[in-house]
T-cell receptor, first 115, second 113 residues
Framework: DQQVKQNSPSLSVQEGRISILNCDYT??????FLWYKKYPAEGPTFLIS?????DKNEDGRFTVFLNKSAKHLSLHIVPSQPGDSAVYFC??????????????FGEGTQLTVNP | DSGVTQTPKHLITATGQRVTLRCSPR?????VYWYQQSLDQGLQFLIQ???????AKGNILERFSAQQFPDLHSELNLSSLELGDSALYFC????????????FGPGTRLLVL
């Protein structure tokens, strides 16, 4: 049961343009969503997060949008830079006092930004 | 640098053996999480500890166990290793037991031959 899905395994954009990465989820109990960037053989690096009570969060070049009715979130990177090239993971959590807080990850999207 | 440290960085061992992976959380973080990344399963949650107590369990095999010590570092013990246990093992930490960002360490790459 894949509760978090990233349907695009790869995305290629030109430097300076916008990168849009998408993520869909099925579990309506998820209340916190995150995006991580990952290079091979390294740990995921936190980029940006959003709580389910918001529909947008912005941090510099990164903006995350959440559409709860569609169970969809997206990450916008503007402008894209070659250094942004990496695998991007969408993750979600549903915190319970007795069940803890685990992150459920999507499969990842390989972003390539061409100079 | 997330502030989460993991040792060793690489580990090569044989089937049937037992290994211990170590994680030190960020200063001030009380919660530690373990994740496994394998080629066919992606990033999967294994187990969570908060202030020394187990808080949540994922699809962790019975051959695997973990604990969090009073100084808040954590160890993941993998025993009776099989070829399929070869993977990257990540530790993450957060201040509270849930509802917030988890920061990941660099991982331990385990190769079982």
């Amino acid at each position: 049961d894949q509760q978090v899905k990233q349907n695009s395994p790869s995305l290629s954009v030109q430097e300076g343009r916008i990168s849009i990465l998408n993520c869909d989820y099925t579990n309506s109990m998820f209340d916190y969503f995150l995006w991580y960037k990952k290079y091979p053989a390294e740990g995921p690096t936190f980029l940006i997060s959003i709580s389910s009570i918001k529909d947008k969060n912005e941090d510099g070049r990164f903006t995350v949008f959440l559409n709860k009715s569609a169970k969809h979130l997206s990450l916008h990177i503007v402008p894209s830079q070659p250094g942004d090239s990496a695998v991007y993971f969408c993750a979600a959590s549903a915190w319970g006092e007795t069940s803890g807080s685990r992150l459920t990850f999507g499969e990842g999207t390989q972003l390539t930004v061409n100079p | 640098d997330s502030g989460v440290t993991q040792t060793p960085k690489h580990l090569i061992t044989a089937t049937g053996q037992r290994v211990t992976l170590r994680c030190s959380p960020r200063s001030g973080d009380l919660s530690v999480y373990w994740y496994q990344q394998s080629l066919d399963q992606g990033l999967q949650f294994l187990i969570q500890y908060y202030n020394g107590e187990e808080r949540a369990k994922g699809n962790i095999l019975e051959r695997f166990s973990a604990q969090q010590f009073p100084d808040l570092h954590s160890e993941l013990n993998l025993s009776s290793l099989e070829l399929g246990d070869s993977a990257l093992y990540f530790c993450a930490s957060s201040v509270r037991p849930g509802g917030e960002t988890q920061y990941f360490g660099p991982g331990t790459r385990l190769l079982v031959l």
